[in-house]
């Protein structure tokens, strides 16, 4: 998992988080994978992109999740460098073996209408060009339900986390493999 503060649990105790539940998750069912997450709050794809080699080199992972991007448009960085940085850490990762699942955001809209559409589309973009698996956008079910989330009005609360695995769950169930 190499993600940002929506996957490292800012707010909440790191076994809330969606990711500590996909691992329980994927114990209870039988899968025998063990999830590393690599999330910190704050991450961008910038820095996703510089700590992706170590991390590919010391856990091998079968899959990686990146859920990497929105602190890169919460601060208004370029959408063409932050779609390079996704790409080049989609590639590396399918490089090793690893199946990828991109997760996407969506942006508030004072961003403007062009950067939002242009930010929104580009997971896609990415996940069509390549050939990866995609989670349209990790805070569907609980974005604008403002008792799920934290006052901040960006990040979800303990009780919105099993929402976003069940948002994140369809998408990678089918990479999975009992061993």
Known sequence: MLGDSLS???GIKPAQG?????????????????VVNASISG????????????ALELHQPAVVIVELGANDGLRGLSVPLTRDNLTKIVAEAKKTGAQVLLVG???????????TNDFMRMFR???????????????ESVALKSELM???GLHP???????????????????????
């Open 18 to 34: 969606w990711v500590a539940l996909l691992e329980k998750r994927l114990r209870e069912q039988g899968y025998e994978y063990r």
């Open 8 to 10: 490292a649990g800012y």
């Open 105 to 115: 955001m969506q942006l508030p809209p004072n961003y403007g209408p062009r950067y």
């Open 150 to 152: 934290q006052e901040d």
């Open 125 to 139: 973009d990415i996940a069509s060009a390549s050939s990866v698996g995609l989670v349209p956008f990790l805070l």
């Open 43 to 54: 991450e961008t794809s910038g820095g996703g992109l510089q700590r992706l080699p170590r």
């Open 157 to 179: 609360t303990a009780a919105a986390q099993p929402a976003l695995l069940e948002t994140v769950w369809p998408h990678l169930k089918p990479m999975l493999k009992k061993r």
